[in-house]
Nanobody
Framework: QVQLVESGGGLVHAGGSLRLSCVSS????????FGWFRQAPGKEREFVAA????????HYADSVRCRFTISRDNAKNTMYLQMNSLKPEDTAVYYC????????????????????WGQGTQVTVSS
């Protein structure tokens, strides 16, 4: 069964850092676009970042640009989200997802364009 498994979440003070990982089976990882979303209590799932199949194109939400870095290691079937300068408003469950489509900038922003999701990992930033 195809799975995405996130890890790396936790509790951190404001200004701290975390690195999230998303591991998939080889067949499910290449050559797909992948992204990170997050969902805070009472809020809709929101886009955080996405990366192209080869890792040469990335896109970020304005709220995380210059603080978060998305990357992938196709040899390890793993995607990462390095999160620096964390803020309390970054607190949420973070999900990795696999996007289904060909036009990178058209498909990455909407959760409905993702056909595979992980179970999520909790990130809590204390003030």
């Amino acid at each position: 069964q195809v799975q995405l498994v996130e890890s790396g979440g936790g509790l951190v003070h404001a200004g701290g850092s975390l690195r999230l990982s998303c591991v998939s089976s080889r067949r499910s990882f290449n050559p797909w676009v992948f992204g990170w979303f997050r969902q805070a209590p009472g809020k809709e799932r929101e886009f955080v970042a996405a990366i192209s199949a080869r890792g040469d194109t990335t896109h970020y939400a304005d709220s995380v640009r210059c603080r978060f870095t998305i990357s992938r290691d196709n040899a390890k079937n793993t995607m990462y989200l390095q999160m620096n300068s964390l803020k309390p408003e970054d607190t949420a469950v973070y999900y990795c997802g696999r996007a289904n489509g060909e036009d990178f900038y058209r498909i990455i922003l909407t959760p409905d364009n993702y056909d595979l999701w992980g179970q999520g990992t909790q990130v809590t930033v204390s003030s």
